[in-house]
């Protein structure tokens, strides 16, 4: 064959707007196509240039791991790649899919085509990573590859700067290189990372790939999970990313890196019954309900008592109302701990409670909906009922929960926000959200009766909510000093051990230790 055919030849297994042959020396040996599309330059201006003159630098290790990576007669990609062309570096981006031809003399035919964009990126961060994920979780003919190359921190900590950049450099290229379209891969931490990649190899020929590529003194395991065993798509990305989170909780534990596959099959297969096994007891009720007391500092009666759940044995809902989150069945669950206690609020006209609601359940109109109809069902529960927002991280949009909770205020309970002062409750929920109550963060609480900031801080809060008409709630409040603490700055309500554990029935008189009469504000 020709070589003008050979190189034909190449080209056929892709359409592109521009074809290229590298040669074994890394130049371009011949190139074909609307070069200006790409370039801004004519073919003939590309020919006999190193290709990493016409990739750009931030690309160089992805591509060349990529080329390094080809065995005579195999194909990668595609990947996007950034190029340089005269109107800046990395002004413009590429799909680029490569083929080693055999009896090619080493040479690796590339098509490539035009793509939007801006080039550029390396490795992505966890979110953006799951955010891809998510976009890529019905596409069959891709898997999720998790890598962990033991011994990468030792490596770089060991090595000189320059040489850290260049590892680091080289490890981000050899990834995106694995990676769908060069951009599918993240660092999870922990020399722990993870990409979306096309099926077909295996993980022993991926962590052979790996060892072969990446030129540092570390072992590394690789291993593919794949999505499946639950109708909901949406459910099966959530049930792997509680398995991812297992993985970069956990790592191999005392598994070798031979066996990762199997461990992370396992990990994913626990989540997926989990997700089962949790969805039945949601529809079954198989969770009871406890009371914990709220105290009204002003007479020490009780106002309230918060609804916990409990499942089984366990000592705490925690990890179950987790894996409800991460697995979106939050929602209903909160809808069914919310349909008994107002079943409770029913047979107990002298009791008034307090249900947790997520705030990813908030962003829900279809729960806002229904909560609606379960009150107007159920007239006597008006003004009995409070819901306590949770987990605010997860509001994103405060006017949407805004207009949400107005109808839920309207239809006849009290809002209370949770957790204020801790992770994403600051003052713009208090500013952005028309509330009942708020729930100081128990951190506070602890730190108070022994003065300073927190001190200070509390009795500004406090006045600055009497102002706008919303009551304070202390939490955690476990002793006298701290009872007292609150009381001196000038809370409404506390909640803690010190009026009681959460008890199976809501008991509308606290036991001992006796409640101190109210101090002057």
Known sequence: MDPISQRMLGFAFAGADLLMEIGADGRIAFALGAAETLSGEAETALTGRPWREFVARCDHAMVAALFDGLDSGARAGPIVVALDTPDGPASRRASLAALRLPQNSGAISCALARV???????????????????????DPTLELALVELAGLTEALDGAPEDARDVLADQ?????????HRGEAAANLGEDRFALVRAK??????????????IQAPVTPGAGTV??????????????????????????????????LSAALDH??????????????????????????????????????????????????????????????????????????????????????????VSGRTIG?????TRAVALLQARPTAKDRLILEITESAAIDDLPAADRRLQALRAAGCEVCLDDFGAGAASLAYLQQLTIDILKIDGRYIRELQHGGRESTFIRHLVNMCRELDVKTLAEMVETSDAERAVRLAGVDYAQGWYYGAAADAPETKIRPPAIRPALAR
């Open 200 to 213: 077909g190899e295996d993980a022993r020929a991926l962590q052979a790939r790996l060892k072969r590529l």
């Open 364 to 368: 829900s109109d279809a729960f806002v």
């Open 226 to 259: 794949r999505m499946g065993g639950v109708e909901n798509p949406k459910q099966a990305i959530r049930a792997l990313r509680f398995a991812l989170n297992s993985f970069v909780e956990d790592g191999l534990s005392d598994a070798q890196p031979e066996s």
């Open 171 to 179: 490890l981000s290229g050899v990834l995106r290189s694995l990676a």
């Open 267 to 356: 990990a994913l297969e626990g989540a997926l019954d989990d997700a089962r096994a949790l969805g039945a007891t949601i529809r079954d009720r198989q969770f009871r309900l406890t009371y914990q007391p709220v105290v009204r500092l002003m007479d020490g009666r009780v106002s309230h008592h918060e609804v916990l759940v409990r499942f089984g044995e366990e000592a705490s809902p925690f990890p179950t109302i987790r894996a409800a989150e991460e697995m979106d069945l939050i929602e209903p669950l909160d809808l069914a701990i919310l349909e008994e206690a107002l079943d409770v609020l029913r047979a107990q006209p002298k009791v008034s409670l307090a249900v947790n």
């Open 116 to 138: 939007g964009g801006q080039g550029g990126q390396g490795l992505l961060s966890r979110a953006d990573f799951e955010a891809m994920a998510l976009k890529l979780a019905d």
